[in-house]
């Protein structure tokens, strides 16, 4: 089926948006690039600033410009071109002209939020999210609702595609880790899970107990993955929109299932939806990359020329190719990951003893 959309629930990048501008984003606590520092035994500093600098703190801001800047225009346009083609407002020919228009203007509005410090843009943008999460669902609900008929036959293959002789047959023989890297890669851009950015979002939080916290986390993962991600596939398996196996596909594959269920403006709140949820993530990003560099430079200096170069790649997200942008953004997802993930290994005493210190004193 390729890339799935863009999931509209990634609550992390949601939650520092309406407080960025240009004189405080850089001042917003930080902690991936501290725990990977301070993990290693020995004295705090006896691995900074070698380690930090050699794979995950740079690779951040990259993979912010890749998975949290371009590909997300790439949603914007998309969701853009569907919705007004489906209204026969612009002609095919159009849509190149047409997306470095998009382009420019998402451009111009992150820059007017990071650099500008426009705080009523990101206002506004934090407001709509949870109103069109919920509708979100509620239409999602309504297309398995309103073609209940087809529900058996969606589970059947599902269950047949994943657990048939044939199907383990060829995973086993060729196909099994491809399927497994193009799974835990899409699970990875859609809950962030194992990166080391949300815990950057979680560290705006106000509390005193990081466990309960971290339970809020756990349940981001959940949501965004098993819930939402779940009703986008079944919107596009029970509306029988056509899918074309084996090729890259974007918004234009969500939008066309409620399309077809709801009729032509489905396609609008989808568009203005999914802009909605791209361009809080772009700005949520936007802060998580910055906040690397400013680490690894040692200096708040480097935020704005980075905020500068930022904004200018969405017009490059908007006329570059899904499947290169999909392939650049998991290859620096990878990077960070990795010395992330070592790191919480390293630190899975400390969680294991503050969470049962946390639900001791819970009682």
């Known amino acids: 089926m390729g890339p799935p959309t863009h ?10 948006t309406a407080r960025v501008t240009s004189a405080n984003l850089v001042h917003m606590p930080s902690s991936a690039e501290h725990h990977i520092q301070n993990t290693a035994p020995g004295p705090p500093m006896a691995i900074a600033p070698a380690t930090p600098a050699m794979l ?15 590909t997300q225009v790439n949603t914007i346009v998309a969701a853009v071109d569907t919705a007004l083609l489906e209204y026969g407002v612009v002609g095919s020919g159009f849509l190149s002209t047409l997306n470095i228009i998009v382009g420019i203007i998402v ?15 990101g206002s ?29 036959y969606v589970f059947e293959s599902i269950i047949a595609g994943a657990f048939n002789p044939a199907a383990f047959t060829g995973g086993t023989i060729g196909s099994l880790f491809v399927s497994m890297q193009k799974g835990v890669s899409r699970g990875i851009f859609s809950n962030e899970a194992g990166l080391g950015t949300g815990s950057i979002a979680h560290a705006c939080a106000d509390t005193k107990k ?38 890259a596909a974007g918004a234009e594959l969500t939008i066309s299932g409620f399309t077809t269920t709801y009729g032509g403006w489905a396609s609008i709140f989808t568009a ?25 430079c040692r ?3 480097v935020a704005k020329p980075f905020f500068l170069v930022y904004s200018f790649v969405s017009i490059l997200g908007a006329t570059m190719d899904l499947g290169l942008l999909w392939s650049i953004a998991d290859t620096f997802n990878g990077l960070m990951s990795i010395p992330n993930l070592l790191a919480l290994l390293l630190l899975s005493g400390t969680v294991v003893r503050l969470t049962k210190e946390f639900f001791a004193s819970e009682g």
């Open 272 to 296: 203005v939806a999914l802009c909605c949820f791209a361009f809080s993530t772009i700005i949520g990003w936007g802060l998580y990359g910055s906040r690397f560099l400013v680490f690894l």
């Open 7 to 16: 999931s509209p629930v990634s609550l992390r990048s949601r939650k520092c």
């Open 56 to 70: 995950p703190v740079p690779t951040v801001p990259a993979s912010a410009v890749h998975t949290g800047n371009a």
């Open 107 to 121: 451009a111009m509005l992150v820059a007017m939020v990071l650099l500008g410090g426009i705080k009523r843009i």
């Open 124 to 152: 506004v943008s934090e407001k709509l999210v949870p109103f069109m999460a919920l509708f979100y669902i509620v239409l999602s609900v309504g297309v398995m609702v309103l073609n209940f008929e087809r529900l058996p």
């Open 210 to 247: 990081p466990v309960k916290q971290g339970m809020f986390g756990i349940f981001e993962v959940f949501a965004d993955t098993i819930i939402i991600c779940t009703l986008t596939a079944m919107v596009i398996l029970c509306s029988g929109t056509p899918v074309n196996y084996g090729t």
């Open 299 to 301: 200096s708040d200096k």
